[in-house]
């Protein structure tokens, strides 16, 4: 298994982005996929995460801005962010849940205010 995150930048506040994790390696069925993002001096903390079965979990602080989807058939996991602030910037990082847990090398997202 090897996760690529992909999509992170520099952006305004109030603006947008769109976060992808793909496997390149060897296809898993996980039974979760999702996204977590560390912020400077701060421990990392889950943004939010999508079931093999379609069922989605955000924490309070991106709920109503971010949204979460996959393809877990083809291991593929998408973060659309929205409207967002300087206190979301962060590294994000994506993380598969089977047997195991995997780590995406992660993706840092950069929120000028």
């Known amino acids: 298994v090897q996760l690529q995150a992909s999509g992170g930048g520099l952006v305004q506040s109030g603006g947008f982005l769109r976060l992808s994790c793909v496997n390149s390696?060897?296809?898993?069925?996980?039974?979760?996929m999702g996204w977590y993002r560390q912020a400077p001096g701060k421990q990392r903390e889950l943004v939010a995460d999508i079931t093999s079965g379609g069922i989605t979990n955000y924490a309070d602080s991106v709920k109503g801005r971010f949204t979460i989807s996959g393809d877990n058939a083809k291991n593929i996991v998408w973060l659309q962010m929205s409207s967002l602030k300087s206190e979301d910037t962060a590294v994000y990082y994506c993380?598969?849940?089977?047997?195991?847990?995997?780590w995406g090398q992660g993706t840092e997202v950069t929120v000028s205010s």
């Open positions: 390696g060897i296809i898993f069925r996980f039974n979760v």
């Open positions: 993380r598969a849940a089977g047997a195991r847990n995997y």
